[in-house]
């Protein structure tokens, strides 16, 4: 029986490529399949870009530090990042999610929002519509991809990421509790480390621990955020696909189990960053002209520091080489570095600044 869509209810696609980067180079290099394969630099001040499943199960993730992800996986296989090869990869995929929706909100080079509400109103089978989209990608590709299918984009992007790789997740509207109340609390986006400590210290392990607590009660943890953290955790959220949406600014960050120390790998980490927020550029035909950076300390202090460049740019060098250097500046002040969280960031954002302004 063909499934119907309740009036006034969205049908969402979150499409996420699998180690997208790492699964390009063992798809280009046929002896490199089945290894533990490592795209980013190897020597000091190297980080990790992506990291193949094989490498993954040794505990390698993007963003750490590349002496780091030696020493936890010896044997792997470090291959330098070829950006504008996978962008080009990426303008194929962003092909297909184009025959497949109008609406399509790219989030990064390997991943997008698809609504396709009007299809599964008119009574297309959403599971079968989206194993012919994977089935297209890979046929283009020679890739795989995993969807999660939900009424919300919270609740599709956390399906995506349940069952890969190569997987396939629909959540109907009557199972999205079922689905997130056994789930970490640090599965829900925007608990971070910090936020997920004082849940967590507060005897709150799951989503639906903290679905069911009283709001007056989650306040005095999460101050103004308990009523947003409340209505994530119940799977609400009202977000629509914004395929041109103003964007006011682009970030990574990554947080680290243990603090750093050694400015080199700090510098590393935050030129892979700078690398990610001109890949995100790329996708979306933006320029910025604004670099930000963020540290958090062990204590938890946090500097926030901005350099505006002189003109526009989504140029991965030029932005990590402005966030290193206020990273240098600070750290000069600092007898000893101890380093908790690195976010880079961009902002004043222009689609098309004058030539004459580009860097």
């Not at 903290?210 to 306040?219: I, K, M, S, V």
């Not at 990554?254 to 400015?263: A, G, I, P, R, W």
């Not at 700090?266 to 927020?277: E, Y």
């Not at 990590?320 to 002040?333: I, L, N, V």
């Amino acid at each position: 029986m063909e499934r119907k869509v309740e009036s006034g209810l969205r049908t969402i696609f979150h499409v996420d490529m699998d180690a997208f980067f790492a699964s390009v180079e063992q798809r280009d290099h046929p002896e490199l399949r089945g290894q533990a394969v490592i795209v980013g630099g190897d020597g000091r001040r190297g980080v990790v870009a992506a990291a193949s499943y094989e490498a993954r199960r040794f505990g390698v993730h993007s963003a750490m530090p590349s002496q780091k992800a030696r020493r936890l996986c010896p044997a792997a296989v470090f291959v330098r990042p070829r950006h504008d090869h996978y962008r080009s990869i990426s303008r194929q995929i962003f092909g297909v999610f184009a025959e497949y929706s109008e609406s399509v909100e790219g989030l990064s080079l390997d991943e997008a929002f698809l609504d396709v509400t009007e299809q599964a109103r008119q009574g297309v089978d959403m599971i079968d519509l989206a194993r012919r989209l994977k089935g297209q990608i890979s046929a283009r590709t020679e890739l795989t991809a995993s969807i999660g299918i939900a009424n919300s984009k919270l609740v599709a992007k956390l399906a995506s990421a349940y069952d890969k790789p190569d997987g396939l997740t629909r959540i109907s509207a009557g199972a999205v509790e079922r689905f997130l109340d056994p789930q970490p609390i640090r599965r829900l986006p925007g608990i971070g480390p910090s936020t997920g400590l004082r849940l967590q210290e507060a005897g709150i392990l799951t989503i639906g621990q903290l679905r069911r607590a009283p709001l007056e009660w989650l306040e005095t943890i999460l101050g103004k955020q308990a009523l947003l953290f409340s209505q994530r955790a119940a799977g609400i959220d009202e977000r629509d696909i914004r395929p041109d949406r103003p964007r006011r600014s682009i970030s990574q960050e990554s947080t680290f189990d243990q603090d750093l120390h050694d400015m080199e790998a700090i510098a590393g980490i935050i030129h892979g960053q700078a690398a990610r927020c001109a890949e995100r550029l790329l996708a979306r035909k933006l320029y910025a002209r604004t670099v930000h950076l963020k540290l958090r300390s062990g204590g938890f202090s946090t500097l926030t520091r901005s350099h505006t460049l002189a003109g526009y740019t989504r140029s991965a060098e030029r932005i990590g080489q402005a966030a290193t250097q206020m990273a240098r500046a600070w750290s000069q002040y600092h007898s000893r570095v101890s380093v908790r969280l690195i976010g880079v960031g961009v902002s004043a954002l222009e689609a098309r600044p004058d030539p004459g302004q580009l860097l």
